[in-house]
Nanobody, 126 residues
Framework: QVQLAESGGGSVKAGGSLSLSCTAS????????ITWFRQAPGKEREFVAA????????LYADSVKGRFAMSRDNNKKTVTLQMNGLQPEDTAVYYC???????????????????WGQGTQVTVSS
């Protein structure tokens, strides 16, 4: 079992940057795929980025590709989401999620993840 905690949210103006962290507790962190989702008010939770457990290449939603970068440090049990060029449409609560069994075709499906952090608010003003 893994527990997740996000940090680093805040408020920025359009074009600014924020770095989110997701720190895990519990054993075998390296065996979990870790994914960032976000949820804006009145909208469904959507996939942002993922680092799979046995694949070092990150995956990104088209909406954030080229602006966001996800890194992973298994020794520190931490993943980081560096967000650059933020836009008002990036405003949302950002969650990290973990699964030890999610397959590639389900990587962007929230219901494929058993473990979730509490979320951190990101607000981008124009």
């Amino acid at each position: 079992q893994v527990q997740l905690a996000e940090s680093g949210g805040g408020s920025v103006k359009a074009g600014g940057s924020l770095s989110l962290s997701c720190t895990a507790s519990g054993p075998s962190f390296s065996t979990y795929s870790i994914t960032w989702f976000r949820q804006a008010p009145g909208k469904e939770r959507e996939f942002v980025a993922a680092r799979r457990r046995f694949n070092s290449n990150p995956l990104y939603a088209d909406s954030v590709k080229g602006r966001f970068a996800m890194s992973r440090d298994n020794n520190k049990k931490t993943v980081t989401l560096q967000m650059n060029g933020l836009q008002p449409e990036d405003t949302a609560v950002y969650y990290c999620a973990a699964s030890d069994s999610v397959i590639l075709s389900q990587i962007g499906a929230p219901n494929a993840y058993r473990y979730w952090g509490q979320g951190t608010q990101v607000t981008v003003s124009s």
